[in-house]
Structure formats: C-alpha cells, structure tokens
C-alpha cells in the first residue's frame, strides 16, 4: 500500500513568487509581510496579518456606522500616531527591520513606506479610501475625501499642504532638468496630481526591495544582498538591471554559470546599455565571451 503523499514545503522565494504572480491577484501586505522570510524563514505571515486585522477592529469598533469620512480620518490619525505610537525610525533609519512589517508594528517605529502599508491597511477596514503614493524621494499617503484629497506623510503622521509637496518636488525637478536639459525643462511643468497617483502594488513591493537592496549594498553584505535581489527579479522580470546586478552579485560569490546566465541576459535585453562594455569585460573575465570583440 502506498504511503503518504508527502508535499513540498514552498521555500520563501517560492511563496514570494506565488504571491506576486499576477497583478490582479497579487496581495499586497502579505507579500510584503513576506520579504522578512529572508532573515526569518519561520515568520508567520498569516499570525502578521491577524495582528494588523486585530488593530484594525480596535478601531472600527469604536466607529459608528454613520461616522462622516473626516471624523473617520481624524480617529484614524488619532489612534495610529498617538494612541499606538507609530512615528518615523529618526535615531536608526537605515536599520533592515524598518522594512520588515512585523518589526515595525513590535516596534512602532518604522520608514514611510512600511508604516504607509500599515496606515493604508488600517485606515481602509476604517472605511476610508487610501492609496500609497510614490513621490519622489518620499512615500505617501493620499485618502480621498468628500472636501478633496488629504495627503499623509506615515514618517511625521502630519497632513502636507500643496505648498509644501510642491517644495518637495523643488529639487527633484532641478536634477530633472540639468539631466535632460530642455526635457527636463518639460518634466518642471508635469502637474502636481500626476506625482500623487496611486502607486500599483508591484511598484510598492519594488521600492520595499530597492530600500534593503540600497542597504545591503552599503554594507557590502552579499548573502543578503543575493537574496533582495532573487525576490526583485521574480518581481520585475524584466528590469534587467537587475538582473545584472545579481550576476555581479554571484560572481562575487563565486556561482560562476548562474552569474555568467544573468550577465549575458543582460547584454541580450539591454543593447543600449551605456554599461554594456563594461558587463562583457566581466563575462570575459569569468571565463566566458570572446576577448577579441571587446577591442
């Protein structure tokens, strides 16, 4: 008689992949809940969704049915800053576990994108329509209302006025323009509205990666930095550079043929990669490619 039919246990890459496969289907918070299956391969990503859902109740249950959308916004600002204390990480912002969810609701203290999901899950089983937003060097908060939008910033918990979003963007459209020069002067003139619209859930999921990506890579720590890296190309597929930048990565793990796989789809994908020399001086260097077309 045959025994028990024994089913693989998904690894945290291929949970993540699961998670993130169609746009339609892909849930957000849980995905990001599971980006700390990185340091943490027993996390409990459901147990995490729970506690989140659990702060959620408290809320709601102190809000009657009839509560207008402003009366709704000022409880929710109430409890998620004062009442339970979530606030920007000033003392250590650079710190991995402002980007792991379940650290930041152990320890209120996180980086805006991170608190923003938290806000934005809240606030939503709240009945209020949020959206997380990719401003330029800053995430945000935007919540529709009935007297027109109210952004958020999640690091201060303060609303930001049009005046200073647009001193925000003061320094971003500068490097816009010495950049392009006359399209630069062009991206100056794009509307306030077009910065603040609600960044899709594989965009969020990027900038979550990007943050530790950034942060690992400063540390030079390469196991980590490998692993950021796996979750960003089954995220983006085709965001090729990053995938270049995990063969660079694994060739200096020394996993020579996964490296010289990515390099070389790289240099396939991107043509026009002002990088491309470069990248096949690396492939010659592991041993593959042909010296004489470098010249």
């Known amino acids: 008689m045959p025994g028990p039919l024994l089913l693989h246990a998904p ?4 949970y993540f992949r699961s998670l993130v496969a169609e746009d339609h289907t892909l849930p957000l918070l849980e995905a990001a809940i599971s980006v700390a299956q990185d340091e943490l391969p027993g996390l409990d ?13 408290r809320l709601s249950s102190r809000l009657p049915g009839d509560a207008a959308p402003m009366h709704r916004l000022r409880l929710m600002n109430r409890f998620f800053f004062q009442e339970l204390g979530f606030a920007g990480n000033v003392n250590d912002y650079y ?18 994108i ?42 201060t918990g303060r609303s930001v006025s049009r005046e200073a979003l647009d001193a925000m963007l003061v320094p971003y459209r500068q490097r816009q323009t010495l950049a392009m020069g006359e399209l630069g002067s062009a991206a100056g003139s794009i509307p306030l509205a077009l910065y603040l619209q609600p960044a899709p859930p594989r965009d969020i999921l990027a900038r979550v990666l990007r943050n530790l990506k950034e942060i690992h890579r400063g540390t030079d720590d390469l196991q980590r930095l490998h692993k950021v890296l796996d979750r960003l190309v089954v995220l983006l597929p085709d965001a090729w550079e990053e995938r270049r930048d995990r063969g660079l990565v694994m060739a200096r793990l020394g996993a020579v ?20 020399m470069a990248i096949a001086v690396r492939l010659v260097e592991l041993g593959h490619g042909d010296p004489s077309r470098l010249h």
């Open 114 to 155: 991170t608190l923003a999901l938290l806000y934005i899950e809240i606030a939503s089983q709240a009945g209020l329509v949020a959206h997380g937003v990719s401003f330029p060097g800053h995430f945000l908060v935007k919540l529709r209302m009935p007297q027109g939008d109210v952004v958020i910033d999640p690091f």
């Open 257 to 276: 043929a996964p490296a010289v796989a990515d390099l070389s789809s790289y240099l396939e994908h991107a043509p026009d990669a002002p990088d491309r």
């Open 95 to 112: 710190d991995v576990a402002n980007s792991h969810l379940h650290a930041v609701i152990r320890t209120r203290r996180g980086i805006p």
């Open 11 to 14: 690894t945290p890459l291929e």
């Open 45 to 57: 990503v459901q147990g995490v969704l729970g506690e989140i859902d659990a702060l959620a109740v």
